[in-house]
């Protein structure tokens, strides 16, 4: 066989020999654009050439990007890594603080940034130790007024760059992109993904029920800023589909409009974004057809059974579940219902798909106890969720002390997930390590509270968080947003009647917190963070 190495210039090579007609369509600030697989190798050239020629990248030199989903956001993905440099994708909704931390520990020497989010850098430009020039990314013919200096316009360096480029060939193990985890505690940590670890990472999503199809018209809701958009932009374009990415700041209503326009077939995202689009559509019935959909994905947290089950029989749309962390390029589970479970009552079904899911071809994965023990395979034991293979990482970017604590003796990755697995096989991520409720010396999981609140028809969203108590160490308290209809009229003790028919006596929280909203992270997930630190501050109280 030959050494032929696993590199990113093989989508893009895909893409414009056999589908230079296909389209890839980006919302903008100005309207909708619109060009094909042709035109996008064609300014993947040019953006090359012009990181050799006009900005002076050298060959490994990390060269950031602080951008939405669109369009030239997607050239990045493929100029960068695949001309031998190192894209590092930075996280929009860090702290001011963050954002210059890891743009300075990545050494980016180049920041592509949208004309929107011009702001947010020039507030943090004078902390960048390693930044030379600016790259502004807009739909305007005139660079907008900025406090940076040595500043480009994108387009002007497309129209300039040659659009002849010869993409080298190297090892396959060279580093290709960059992103820091969302960092709930202490600093964001450095992940390096590499070709090959990409390369094999689309092979596998491309695979099996869920997998992209040449068909499919696909919206990748997921930030590219953060964990690659969870391999799309490579999978995507790879397979031949149609794209159709959001732009910025795209709301519930943008997202459905493109679903409807565009025909998309298939969408990721975290599932406040799914609630978001059922909630928007339930208040315009008739004005949506989302018969076009083959499915959804959802990760980032707990897929709720109740949103899957909405999904369906209000849309006719199945939403499914995927798992991955940043720190596994990033996913590495996804939950499909088995060939020999396809006979189950419909209620199973929904349940099913929330789960975690199936661990993904080419990786390996056990489950252990406080002791080190692999659990039981029976749904109900718990313990950590380890993993191996070929797109996990192995140390953290140049900090070699958080590196160790990551990883067991015998090499696994702890993903600092407590998780079970069935008889089936089927993973349930229970709760991250530090959101445990530890109630008397059992657990008590944050998740599954969660889940079953938000199964009440009244419940738009629901967090638990752990508060100290004197006698049990620690009890839950739910954080409940009730739907707009049933504020003032859904009480705590209604919720309560609610649980006690789903749960443990036990399991029961001792409280409920009724608030507007609940706090995100940078990705969208719940920040049980920021309750706790409100609950310590005595600030997390009922609005209604």
């Known amino acids: 066989m030959m050494n032929y190495p696993l590199l990113l210039k093989s989508p893009l090579y895909r893409a414009k020999t056999i589908f230079p007609e296909k389209e ?18 064609d300014r993947v050239c040019r953006l090359a050439n012009a990181l050799d020629r006009v900005l002076g990248v050298k060959a490994l030199e990390h060269v950031g990007s602080f951008a939405w989903n669109h369009h030239r956001h997607l050239e990045l993905y493929y100029a960068v890594p695949c001309s031998q440099r190192v894209l590092h994708t930075v996280n929009i909704r860090l702290f001011p603080e963050q954002i210059a931390y890891v743009i300075n520990h990545a050494e980016d020497k180049v920041l592509f940034v949208d004309e929107d989010l011009l702001p947010l850098i020039e507030a943090v430009a004078p902390k960048l130790t390693t930044v030379q020039a600016y790259v502004v990314m807009t739909d305007n013919d005139k660079l907008p007024e900025t406090k940076l200096t040595n500043v480009y316009h994108y387009e002007e360096l497309i129209r300039q760059g040659d659009p002849h480029f010869d993409f080298p060939t190297f090892d ?16 964001p940590k450095g992940v390096v993904y590499t070709h090959r670890g990409l390369y094999l990472h689309c092979l596998t999503v491309l695979v099996d029920e869920l997998g992209t199809r040449e068909a499919d018209v696909t919206m990748p809701v997921v930030p590219m800023f953060h964990v690659n958009a969870w391999g799309r932009p490579y999978a995507d374009t790879w397979i031949g589909a149609k794209q159709v990415y959001p732009g910025p700041r795209p709301t519930a209503k943008d997202l459905a409009d493109l679903i409807h326009n565009e025909r998309v077939t298939y969408s990721a995202g975290v599932p406040t974004i799914w609630m978001g689009i059922l909630n928007h559509v339930r208040q315009h019935p008739g004005e949506y057809d989302f018969s076009c959909v083959r499915f959804f994905m959802s990760g980032g947290s707990a897929l709720p059974a109740a949103l899957t089950e909405a999904y369906e029989k209000e849309l006719g749309v199945k939403l499914y579940q995927g798992y991955g962390q940043t720190e596994t390029s990033p996913v590495t589970f996804v939950s499909f219902p088995k060939t020999s479970l396809k006979d189950l009552p419909d209620e199973e079904k929904y349940r099913l798909r929330a789960k975690t899911g199936l661990i993904l071809p080419g990786l390996e994965m056990k489950i252990v106890n406080e002791k080190g023990e692999e659990v039981a395979h029976d749904g109900k034991e718990m313990g950590e969720l380890l ?8 140390s953290y970017y140049k900090d070699p002390e958080k590196t160790k604590e990551a990883f067991t003796e015998d090499g696994w990755f702890r993903t ?16 991250r390590v530090k959101d445990l409720v530890k109630s008397g010396g059992e657990w008590i999981s944050s998740v599954d509270l969660e889940n079953a609140l938000m199964a009440h028809p009244a419940v738009m969203e629901a967090a638990v968080i752990a508060i100290p108590h004197e006698k049990w160490q620690e009890r839950p308290l739910a954080c ?36 507007e909203e609940i706090p995100k992270t940078s990705v969208g997930k719940f920040s049980k963070k920021t309750l706790r630190e409100q609950y310590d501050k005595g600030q997390l109280v009922s609005m209604y």
């Open 24 to 41: 890839i369509v980006s919302r903008g600030y100005n309207g909708v654009f619109r060009y094909t697989y042709r035109d996008l190798y």
């Open 172 to 187: 396959e193990n060279t580093p290709a992109l960059i992103s820091y985890t969302s960092a709930t505690t202490g600093n």
């Open 416 to 431: 600092g997930d407590i998780a079970t697995i069935d008889e089936n096989g089927y993973l349930q991520i229970v709760d």
């Open 480 to 515: 409940v947003v009730l739907r707009e209809e049933y504020r003032g009229k859904v009480t705590k003790e209604d919720l309560q009647a609610h649980l006690s028919k789903m749960v443990a006596k036990w399991w029961l929280p001792d409280d409920y917190v009724f608030v």
């Open 387 to 394: 993993l191996k293979g070929p797109w996990i990482i192995d």
